[in-house]
């Protein structure tokens, strides 16, 4: 709410003539307030870099002190904690931001240095930090964190149902070039078989075509070639017929995606057996009863 007073006392601040004595000590106090508070902000960020600098350079060592948490428990006065706390908020805030909200004591800033920076301003906008206590603020970051975690959850599953799908793709893409690569190697060996039929049907032809005095004469190895011959067109014209089937199944694209599919469902259907051997007989009969029921459905 906007004070139009203090406004005016903070626009009239050096004109004592048109203040009340009242009014002049008000603004003598609060310039101390503001200034203490400022220098106890800026003492808490030199109180942090300084022992920044004290543990990061190891300067303890040449006053004889074994570590750090040693020295500042004897030395400073410190809680090993507590010390390293202040480095905590050191390395993870600006000097302005602590500046600011040196209000908020060391454990608090603490608490929010060990979360998301919009993590951090969604807590401060939800709730009063500087007036909150230290369990409060910890169960709202703990509520941050458990949230935090069921979104990694979420995220985890959905990279793991994206990398099966990438899976499932790339296999139905090699099934797809297997089956175009049948097809294509089928359709050579049909243009191959329909040429040896074509040749074969020639040299049936050919072999009755001969002139009627050579048919006359019994010839057993005209005969036997003759034979021979429609033999072998009747088996070419069986190979052709059989491999033009072949690669009619081949070339069509729903019969391919069917089979892709059809291998998928085996797989599925392995799956599901395996996990109900882990099951009961009631529990078992119920998965069959569903899947019988599934396929009911679908005219199966």
Not at 51 to 63: C, E, H, I, S, W
Not at 112 to 125: D, N
Request: hydrophobic share 40%.
């Amino acid at each position: 709410m906007e004070n139009k007073v203090f406004e005016q006392l903070m626009l009239a601040d050096g004109r004592q003539e048109t203040l009340s004595a009242e009014q002049e000590n008000f603004i003598t106090t609060h310039r101390r307030i503001i200034s203490c508070g400022n220098a106890a902000g800026r003492a808490f960020i030199d109180l942090a870099r300084e022992l920044q600098r004290m543990r990061d350079g190891k300067l303890y060592v040449a006053a004889g002190f074994a570590d750090f948490g040693e020295y500042v428990e004897q030395a400073v006065g410190l809680k090993q904690r507590q010390a390293y706390n202040y480095i905590k908020v050191a390395e993870r805030f600006t000097d302005k931001y602590l500046e600011e909200h040196a209000g908020y004591g060391v454990t608090k800033l603490a608490l929010l240095a060990s979360i998301s920076e919009t993590e951090r301003e969604g807590v401060e906008e939800g709730m009063d930090v500087e007036n909150a206590t230290t369990r409060e603020l910890e169960a709202r970051i703990r509520e941050l964190e458990a949230e935090r975690d069921e979104k990694q959850a979420q995220l985890s599953l959905f990279e793991e149902e994206k990398t099966k799908a990438e899976q499932y793709a790339a296999k139905a893409q090699a099934a797809a070039d297997k089956q175009i690569a049948a097809a294509a190697k089928e359709r050579e060996r049909v243009i191959k078989l329909e040429e040896e039929k074509t040749r074969l049907e020639k040299q049936v032809q050919d072999l009755k075509n001969l002139p009627p005095e050579v048919q006359e004469v019994e010839n057993p190895e005209t005969a036997a070639r003759l034979k021979a011959a429609e033999k072998a067109r009747d088996e070419a014209i069986a190979a052709y017929e059989s491999a033009k089937k072949q690669l009619e199944i081949a070339s069509d694209e729903s019969m391919m995606r069917f089979k892709v599919k059809f291998e998928d469902f085996q797989n599925i259907l392995g799956e599901m057996f395996a996990i109900m051997t882990g099951m009961d007989r009631e529990k078992v009969e119920k998965c069959v009863n569903a899947l019988k029921v599934v396929l009911k459905e679908r005219g199966l």
